[in-house]
């Protein structure tokens, strides 16, 4: 489907603009698409909550059959638990002693944290809690599969596994990684072959581990792009995709996803038409981000629902669009704007607006806006 | 002087990391340097608040000699005049009824506002607050100098001029513009010529106007990049720079600032050491913005302060850092780090950390921060 194809109501029961948009019909497809296709494999689906920073999201995955979720730092995983959700992975190693006396009343707090972990030094802090507090912690143990960030090479992961199950009061519970390099990938099939190499790079790791006598229970890739073909994946447990609750024009870049299933996006207002072939709305990378495209094209974000006009450039309130000669375009037109990556977006809002049927039917808090600690 | 040669202090009384902190000290001088540079050249300074968001700070602007600020939207306007900041230019075109009833509001509420547009519709709206007000309300005229985003053709700025002249309640009170074109330039002898052009453009649409019996008060181009070119260029009276207040690494590499004159930085912590090369800081595109550096290069940010690392690539959380063979870089070790572009950084926080000689001595609410409408 084309990006002009889709219907993107603007109209938004009247609300001011810039805002950011959720369809909830999509929303919910989205969630139910990839709950049946984790059920379907038979792993645990973990999702990764920074995509949309909102407990009331969250519910709405452990209502699609979620055993938890997946938070980017502490302070999002506070807001997760201090909205509910009681089983929470804090994707992030944490690291001094603030962190650590936040991660204990954390664990008072809610039923489940774990926590990840690429060196031992880091597993010394997290142990220290798990003393104070009198029982196990559960760690995941974060390999590198190719993205070069985070994680223990997979040839130094059975000495971490090692060393951290000498520890007293960690548990190890998982393997984990996140594939984002899957992204490089410039066909379906570069995306598959990757998505598989670094998942099947995983459960490799998993048998190491075990074959040294350590238990690890979970294996756990993680990404929206390599997630079916995670899921997919023989000795693959859980899996931790982030985006797809709501989609944007990276994930429909790289193969996974269409235009229709963009659930969030910008609804902007023509406020400038100085010259014939231009057009300037209100909303520029303030509102819908400043992540480049992936696979360059250097699009500041994707109007949809029309095809005759194009944003071209974006300042930070300023998107500026290209108008074809025979487009009728005045100040004052509402246009819909799918961003290039839709996680960070969300980050710059303190709510957004779900919509049902093209209607308001409730705003959502982004209580985890900002959490960065 | 080098990105490694400045200190910045990175204790910050201990407070945990990822951290936005402004550096008062090297603030002050900044606004100092640039309001005397005003007074120098007998041009009003109404400096753009959308680099800090901050009504504190446009307070010490005011303090330094500011004669009024420039906000980029109307919400911001708002939360200036909230805090107590009385004379505001809205440099954005209002479009709306929803707008419209919130102008007038803000216009009760403030000793001066002034908007701009470069349109009669727009225009038309102003007018209809204006009558409803019951007195005029100033406009300013934008001009577009070359960055082809708001603002009329020079050419067609007279007939603008005539138009909103006619309507009852707007009084025309400047021209402007904003060159953001000048950041093009790849020497200091190009940005002066940029600069100095897009100027000399807009005096020639004043006088031009004014050759046709249209009184236009003020000249007022707007930049940091190009503000003492600006200045120095024979009928213009105002200035609008922002971002000199703060500076960053485009400022730096735009022939406008040294990293002494950066004031503010995040400090991060180390969090993760997987291979000798390459460490990760807590700190990635959430925390110093994803805008890219000027003149390309890659750059997400730049460390500063010392020269056995850089950071190389950057996710939403993590600040890769490509490690010296030689550096004793640890876990728990803190950076200092200046933003490419710091006005959307700002946005990305509730509150900035204020030190003073080292010491945190205040913190400084971004009350504007994500107001976008």
């Not at 037109?333 to 709510?351: F, G, K, Q, S, W």
């Amino acid at each position: 489907m084309d990006a002009s194809d889709r219907r993107f109501s603007t109209t938004v029961d009247g609300l001011d603009t810039p805002i950011l948009v959720v369809d909830l019909d999509v929303m919910e497809a989205n969630l139910e698409r990839t709950a049946a296709m984790a059920r379907r494999h038979g792993v645990h689906l973990r999702p990764h909550v920074k995509t949309h920073k909102s407990p009331w999201i969250a519910r709405r995955q452990l209502a699609h059959g979620a055993v938890g979720v997946t938070a980017a730092k502490l302070g999002e995983a506070e807001a997760m638990v201090d909205g509910g959700i009681m089983d929470v992975l804090i994707a992030f190693p944490l690291v001094g002693d603030a962190k650590l006396r936040r991660l204990e009343r954390l664990c008072v707090d809610a039923d489940r944290v774990a926590v990840s972990l690429d060196d031992l030094a880091v597993a010394d802090g997290i142990a220290s809690v798990a003393r104070r507090l009198g029982r196990d912690l559960p760690v995941y143990l974060e390999v590198d599969t190719g993205l070069r960030r985070v994680g223990v090479p997979p040839a130094d992961a059975l000495r971490l596994a090692q060393d951290v199950a000498r520890l007293d009061g960690v548990r190890i519970e998982a393997v984990m990684t996140h594939g984002g390099h899957v992204g490089a990938a410039t066909s379906h099939a570069e995306l598959e072959r990757l998505a598989r190499a670094q998942a099947e790079r995983l459960v490799d790791v998993a048998h190491t581990i075990r074959g040294a006598g350590i238990e690890v229970p979970t294996v756990s890739p993680g990404s929206t792009l390599a997630a079916p073909f995670e899921a997919d994946t023989e000795g693959v447990t859980e899996i931790r995709p982030g985006t797809y609750v709501l989609n944007d024009a990276n994930t429909v870049a790289r193969f996974s996803a269409s235009w229709d299933r963009c659930a969030a996006y910008v609804v902007a207002t023509v406020v400038a038409r100085p010259v014939p072939d231009r057009a300037v709305v209100d909303a520029g990378t303030k509102s819908f981000g400043a992540d480049v495209r992936i696979g360059g094209g250097g699009a500041p974000a994707q109007i949809v629902g029309r095809d005759d006009v194009r944003i071209v450039r974006a300042s930070e309130e300023h998107g500026v669009l290209e108008v074809d000669p025979d487009s009728d375009l005045a100040i004052g037109d509402r246009v819909a704007i799918v961003m290039n990556h839709v996680c960070p977006t969300v980050n710059l809002y303190d709510e957004l607006i779900g919509v049902s049927n093209g209607r308001v039917v409730r705003t959502i808090p982004v209580t985890a806006r900002g959490r960065r600690t």
